[in-house]
Structure formats: C-alpha cells, structure tokens
C-alpha cells in the first residue's frame, strides 16, 4: 500500500447522514444520533477504508474486553512518527500536541449505553468475527453503522433493548463451516448485572 | 501439571463468622434510560502498561491500613481507578480475605470531604494555602537554622510501625530527640503488659483453630480484636468437625458473643474473680493439681464458686459447667479482651484470665511464642492512652514549641477530664497530617493534606504475628486523585534533607526511601534476585515473609500478689448502672465515622444504623418504664449524652451501653452531628498497675426525657414490620439447610 501521496483529499469523505435525529430506519428503530463534536476530527474513512486497515488494529481491546476502548495515543503516535508527509495537517499537528503534552484526548462517547446494561464486546466479536469468520466490517457494523464511510463516528443504529433482542431472536449460522444456528441469549440478566 | 488447591475455609465460612460483610453498594444508572452520544468522555490511556486492558481490571498488592492487623489486600484497579479490594492470598493474616471496615477505605480514597490543599491559619480559622506557604510557615519553626530540639519537638502518632515508624524517628533524631508519642484511645496495652511479664512476649500467638474449647472474657477476637480478619479464618476452622466449643463471657454481647455456644452476662470489672472461681475449681481435680503451687492453691480457696456468684452476677453452678468442659475438652484456649482489661483492676483481671491458660497446660500447645522480627526497629511502636497523659503533662510543662499530629484525633476521643483542647494553645508550631479535617487538625496552625492509603506507599508489620513474621509492602493503587496532596513521606523528607543533607539528599522522594529500605533487606530473605528483580517480586506479592521459628516460652513465674481481690463492691446509689460502652468493628474509636459505607452496614447485635443507642436489658427497661425509642440522658459524674433507648437481651441487667464512634462535630458529612460521643462521659479512673483509662469502670444513671424518636433499624421479625412478617428469621438450628438451598 502506498501511504505517500496517497490521492484523495482528507475534506472529501462522504458521509451518510441516513436522515434527522429519531427518523424511522430500515430495521424499525429511531435511529440516528446527534452529530458529536470531537477533539480532533477523526478521519475513520482514511483509516478504514482508504487505507484498508481493520477495525481492531486500532480498536484492539474489542476482542479482550467488554469495551472495545479508545486506541492508546502511543499507538497513533506510534503509526504517525512515521508518516511525515501528513505531519503538518492540523489534525496531525493536534495529535502531536497531545502527544507532547503527555495528555489524553478527551474524546466524546458516541455509543455510551446507561450504566444499567452491560454489552460485551469480547463475545461478539469472538463469535462473529473469529468463529464465524465474517468481514470484521460487517461485524462492528452490525451495532456501530458503516464507520469506515464516516469522518468521526456517529450512532445510526438504535441500540435500544427491542433492537438488542431482535438481534437476539435471530438465528445465526454458528461458524463459518457448521451450518447449524443459535440465536443469542435472551436472559435478563446476562445486560442487566 | 498444577492442581487447583481447595481453599481450607470457604468463603462462606468466612462470612459466616464476620460480622460486617460485603458493606459494598451499588449505584444504577440514574435516570439515564437510553443510549447517550456527546455527553460523557472517553480519555484513552497515553501510554500504558502494555497489560492494561481498558474494560479488564488489573490487581495490585498492598496493605490494609485501616486497622492495626495489617492485611495483605489486592486492588481491582480498572482504567486507573481502583475500585474494589480482596485480600491478598499471599498474605499469612489476611489469607485473601477482607472485613468491611477494609473494604470501606475505598471511601477515604474518594470521599468528597477529602482535603485536597494545605491549610494554614489565620486568626480563628484555617484558610486554604498553596504548599510553598505552608513550608513557609513549617520552616520558620522547624527549619534548617531551627534550635528546637529534645522535648521541644513531639511527634504524635496511632501505633505506626514499618518505615514509618523508622522515618518519623529519624526525623525526630535531626532534632536530637526521641519524643515520638503513640497514641490509642483503644489500646491493648493492659494485657499486652500481662502477657509480657508472664510470657515474655506482649503478643503471643493464640491458637484458635487449634484449640476445642475456647473460653473468652470479652475478647471480640472477631469483631474487633488484635486481628479479627486473621482469627476469622481460624475460626472456621475451629468450628468444623469436630466441632470447636466457645464459651463468652462479658458484660455486653459482642459479635464473638453472638457466635458463642455459651454466653455469660458478667458484672463489669468481676471477669478475673470468675476466672478464678474457674482455677480454684479446675485445681480440684488431680491432673491439673499437680502443676499448680500451693502457695496459688491457697489463695484460689478465696474463689468458691458461691461467692465468685455473689460478686459476678453469674449462677455459682456455671462454674461447674464450665470445668467440667474444660477437664473434657483439650486443649482449651483462654483469652482476655478490653472488656476485661478495661478496670481499676484491668491487670489483675487479665493475668486471672492468662492464668487458666497457664493451669490448663495450653501455654505452648494453643499459646505459643512469636517468631522473632529479625528487623525490630519496624515493629510498631506501643500505643497507649498513658501516652495521652504524657502528652498532657508534656503540655502542661508549657515547653513545647512543635508538635506534628499524624493518625490520631486526641481532641475527639481524649477523655473530658483530660483538656487537650485548650492546651493546644500552650504550642505555637502544631502540624496535622490527615486526609480529611477531624476535631484535632481543626485546631492545628497547618493542615497537610496527604494521600490517601490507597495512593502511598509504606511498610507494615502488624503487631499481632500469627505466623512467622508479615512484612507487608503498601503500594499505591492508583495516581493521586487530588494533585495537591503529597505523602507523609515526602514531607519528612523535605525537613530532613534540609537539616540532615549527607543523609538524606540522595533519596529524591519517599518512594526511593522504602525501595532502598525494602531491598536492603534482601540478605535476611537470602534471595539471589538482583535488586530490581527483589524489590519487583515484593510489590508483586505484597508481602515478604519470615518463616515461624520454633521458641520457647523462659520459665513462667506466678505470683499471687496480682490476684484480684474477692470483694463485692456495691453499686453507687447516685450512678446505679455500669457503663460499658461497645467497640464496634467497624467506626471502632471513631476514626473511620466519616466512611458512608460503615455508617450505613447495621450494627451485628442490633441492626441500628446512622447512629447511637442505649443499650439496655428489657427487664429493666420494664421496670424503669423505658420503650424503645425514648430519649434517655446517661449521666456520670464527668458530663451527660443523651441517646435513644434500644432494648437489648444481650446485656447484663444492670449495665448500659453506647457504641463509641459517633458523636463528632468536624468529620465531615457523613460524620458529623451525628450521635454522641461515649468518650467524653469516662470516669477518670484507671488501671492501678499501668496506667491506662479504665474505659468500662464508669458508672451511670439514667433519666428519662420523656421525648422519643425512632430507632432507625434493620431488624427481624421481633418488630412489627407495618403489621406483617416482612423478613421471617428462624434460629440456625432449626433450619434444615439441606431443604433450604
Ligand atoms: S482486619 Fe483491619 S487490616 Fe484487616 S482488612 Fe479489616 S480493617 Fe483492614
């Protein structure tokens, strides 16, 4: 992959916007969030979709965790120390001054679901991604929409409990070779713990 | 391949022999009914540890210093938060358990009355200030040029031991003196002192698993004892088959009590003429005659089992049922706790009561001797409330001219006759060290804030060593939550790089101080582990550990001459009632009021929370006309508390009882105003042989107020319950638990 000089133009993401905040989606739900001013305005179309990289190279804690977590700065930093051709973009310059300030970026949750309900990460990605060996796009957007089309994150799916449950009731091929299906737990306290 | 150990005590076990368990409480969601986008923050890590999971916790080793046995403790730490603490199975006291009072200092760590910058005072009030004034303010009496030296200097303290004990002294030798005062309003010290003329040792190990018939003169080894995490576990032990007996004997249920086979309600300060009648009649029998001099045997004659009931309020026949178990069941075990040290004859009472352990033969089977520290100057130093009184008559003198005041709040606890208060006055320079604002540090010139426990490091060694000898290393479990606190040690460090530059400017800051203390250690541990390798393995195990050596007790000498006296003392007619106030496990002398958690876990006898109550027996409550709920003014001869009346069965008919803790004017929220404060209505009465506050010899009277309120409890089926039986308890015995779960 050729990360110098790469052709397009970091302002020209396409975003899907898929309608007004509480308008009716395809699966049923009000869906879409509000637009959530970030720290720096991350670029997750660069990331994963012009430069193809997958979700969890960043996102690594999805598979070991109930949270999937922000990537730690050194990781950013770590990918950009050698990238200079990028280094004077203002996002990048942002970065850096986080970097050199030894401080976090305060970024803003955009999935931040009421501390009642626990969603694990770790199992749905292990079941969906590793065992089921489906597009590691496909499985994060089952919940977090179509991200690598996306400059900063915006919720588009409801994560309501209906919507949860729905999920739930479906059945789901178990493994990419076992053509027998499970559907998802539907015990209360498996989210409310 | 490795096979899963199974613990010796369960879990439940465990809690079934503690009293304040699992005090933690959970917070829902508050009105957050859906999924949020923009409102809260989600700060990624910088640079972390790269087994740091976001989501996933990491446990840490360190010391619970809540009370003086030291536990070792793991902390759930999640995204830089500790959260939770366990006992650290490395740990020989606390063998990966916790009580509630550990669990709970989470709470001094996050408790919003914490203080988070210097104070210094102007005119009547403290005002905050940044550290470089409040150095300020320190050197200019303790500073690099400053003269003070000898007496002119205390340092007052609770029990400290490890490296804190050992920097506060070498703090205190810069200023060419010793005058480290350690001060605990609810000390050992009287049996500490028995054991240690009779011994050799203040603290011997009590063997109480070993043991098959424990007989205790108001020792709360579960509640509040010497190491009630520790003797928690050994009493679980000692419970499963073949089931261990306990017999309690004391004037106020304590938790131990409840626990108890046998339970005797005994007249306050009587406990060493009933531990007699028992020898006198134990020695009846041949076996036990024969190692008893006769020169003792004559004076046991005095203790005839009716005149021993005549002066303890106990059936003369218990004495016969108590022998008859004790010839029956070996090897017995017999402790003495506060309740029977707490007298005019705290002393006699506690060596009567070590006496029988002598008869019985248990001293070297269940009371054996402790493994020698191989570092003795990190043994915590004896607290006691004669330091009190040292440090009044040090005021007096008028010649101090600075006193640092860490761990201990004299003005709260001290006594009324005692008037610290006022002669704070007579010190021009007083330092407190404390994470929040308490009644002592309000009266103080400059009010250090420093870490909480959970964010320092430190050393430990408790005092009660059941097993070898614990060094528990304390380490922080999170970054300071406040950026203007610091720890204790980097304050002394401060003064004595200043006074003492050759010694101690090569330690940058207190965390070197330990990390080259601990290392130097490493020849007595014989390790072949480089320094770093050493001082990593400690942290990671939160424990160093030397193994028990076998001792022996030196020849033990009875002497009669510190027998209690068989007299009956009549009751005054003016303060008809004894007064026993009750220790509880958890805001113990009231130091740990200001943790909600504590506040909140009801009381084990009587289910009371937020509060204190009069204890009272029902009988006399019927026949003084006393229900629940009304106010009642207790009254000694050194001032009055008023409190509502609980009736309470486990308590000799002619003693009351108020639980110490509460009653605090400056603690913050959740301590202050709230209760009273059973301290300051003590007698100025105390132990004739070592000068300690006899904290149970007062006597009282009650009148009634003729207001009430009600008793906020937690109890069973013995209250009305809006008229139906919410919760149905039913007695242990009659429960078929094999049908219950
Ligand atoms: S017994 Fe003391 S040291 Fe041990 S956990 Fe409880 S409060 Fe902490």
Redesign the pocket.
Known sequence: MALVGASYSINAEPFKAGGAPGTQTIDGYNALGPQVEQPIEFPHYTHANVMKINCMYCHTYARRSAVSGIPRLDKCIGCHKMIPEVRDRPRIKKLFWYWDNHKSIPWKKVHDLPDFVRFNHERHIQRFYFQDKRPVREVCGYCHGDVANMTTARRVKAISMGWCIDCHKKDHQISAVNLKTTNGPNDCWMCHK | MATEKKPVVDRRDFLKVLGISGAAATLAGCGNTSIESGVEKVQSYVQPEDFVVPGNSVFYAST????Q???G?MGRVREGRVLKLEGNPNSI??KGK??G??QA?IQVQYNPDRLTTPMIRDGESLVPATWDQAIKVINQGLGKDSQISGDEIIFLTNGVSGHQKVLIDNFLESYNSKNHIAYEALSNRVGETVRENLYGYSNPVQKVKDAKLIVSFGNDFLGSGV???FMATQYAQFRKAPRGTLIQIEPRMTLTGGNADRWYPIRPGTEGVFALGLANALVQHPEYDKTVPEELKLALKAYDKYTVGEITGINPDAIGHVVAMMWEKSPTLVLSGATAEGHKQGYQNAYAIELLNVILGNVGKTVTPPTENPFPQMNPINASYQSLVNLDNQLNTKKTKAMLIMGVNPIYTGPSFVDIKNKFKNVSLKIAMVTQLDETAEMCDVVLPLLSPVEEFGTHVASYQPEGIEISIQQPLMEKLHPHTKSFGDVLLVLLKERDPKNYSKYPDYYSYIREAVVKSKPVFKSSMTDDEFWDSALMNGVLHVPPKEAEFTKIKLNTADLPKAENKPLDVNYPFYFVPSIKADLRDGKHANLPWLQESPDPMTTVVWDSWVEIHPKTAEEMQIREGDILEVKSSMGSLMAKAYLFPGIQPNTISIPFGQGHSSYGRYANNRGVNPFKIINPITDEKTGELALFATRVQIIKTGNKEKVVKDEGPTTLQQGRKLVVTMAADQAELSKEV
């Open positions: 619970c210093t809540q009370c046995s030291n536990c403790i006291i606390s916790i009580c009072l550990g200092s190491s009630p995490v």
